[in-house]
């Protein structure tokens, strides 16, 4: 894929849809494309949090350890953007991520990261929906088990 090519995909990417081409260019030079394969672990939970990922294309679950095995909390499909509370809280991983097609991701290193955050703050503000999105699944989840554990 050409870079030219890859700066149009991150442009249809919500995430970076406000980026100038010339910074997106920079972005889909310095970040890293990777490719798993269906089962290949992205990343694991507990692991350092070094970098996030953006699902170019394909499908991945996100899962956490619990005393009864792996439980899957999330599916990722093409556009999503993953791996960013590690970085942002400097806490290891709180999830393993698995391809469970063919995935291919924008691996973004913990620095250009915040070098993007800051450069445009708009990233943070699209981070914080995504984030304010998945808190509030998440507490909707914890209140419907709350309430079958309660009968």
Known sequence: MSLNEEVELLRRIPLFAKI????????????????????????RQGDPGDAAFVIVNGEADV?????????????????DFVGE?????????????????????????????????????????????VLAHRLERTTTDLREVSAKLKT
């Open 63 to 79: 899962s956490v350890d619990t005393p009864s095995g792996p439980l899957t909390v999330a599916h990722l499909k093409q556009n």
């Open 85 to 129: 509370i590690a970085i942002l809280c400097e806490v290891p991983r709180t999830a393993t991520v698995a391809a469970v097609t063919e995935v291919t991701t924008l691996r973004i290193e913990k620095d250009l990261f915040f070098r993007l955050v800051n450069d445009f703050p708009q990233i943070a503000i699209e981070i914080m929906r």
């Open 20 to 43: 100038e081409p010339s910074k997106l260019k920079l972005l889909a030079f310095t970040s890293q494309r990777l490719t798993y394969k269906p089962g290949d672990v992205l990343c």
